[in-house]
């Protein structure tokens, strides 16, 4: 996602902090703790401008959220807007997350939700593809039993990729739940449809498929 500069970025992210974790290592084991409750948590890889978490947590009080972007001036657009909402069930952390046991117990999280990760098209890069089987495997590490990995994408290059991964973690129990290359061709009804993202819906209007499929154990 290519951004422009922000102008005074530091003092605009310290004015919109209400629900940014500062050290999100420091909440491992205590996600609990700090939504006050012991609702489901959910999170998001790479949030962008935050419209599709904000809009799971606006129509989900009972479920708490947590969306994480690496990139400081991609999530200040998200802070902003949970500033605006100032909902109970939504948290933000900045970090380019690679090991999620550094942040999670395991058993903490109840699903990841992947949308439009960054692609790396090129070969030596498959590792940093968040689809990747290990990462795959590490985000299952931190979910409890019924966790999922949601994820979606206009890139069919990384469709097929994270379908190959998906397979070579069929021995290890994990398997496709739902799978569509048209999310919102008129014969799909699979509820991640009904909450979007930016890219999702940039792209859509283009007239471009989403790609979709949900991984559980
Ligand atoms: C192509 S954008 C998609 C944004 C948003 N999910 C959407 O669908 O509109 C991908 C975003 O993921 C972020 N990202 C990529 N790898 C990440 C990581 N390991 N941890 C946190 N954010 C990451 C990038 O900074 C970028 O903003």
Known sequence: MRQRTVKNLEEKMANNSSFL???PREAKGHWAEIFGNTNPVYLEIGCGKGKFIL??????????????????????RAMEKAEAAGLANLRLFNDFVNDLNDYFEKGELAGVYLNFSDPWPKARHDKRRLTYHKRLENYFQVMDEAGFVEFKTDNEGLFEFTLEE??????????????????HGE??????????????DKFSAAGKNINYVKITK
């Open 21 to 23: 974790i500062k050290d």
């Open 55 to 76: 809009t799971r947590a606006q129509r989900n009080p009972d479920a708490n959220y947590i969306a994480v972007e690496g990139q400081e001036n991609v999530i200040l």
């Open 166 to 183: 998906i397979a070579l973690l069929e021995e290890k129990g994990l398997k496709m739940a739902e799978m569509t290359r048209d999310l």
């Open 187 to 200: 014969d799909c009804s699979y509820e991640s449809r009904l909450v979007t993202t930016e890219y999702e």
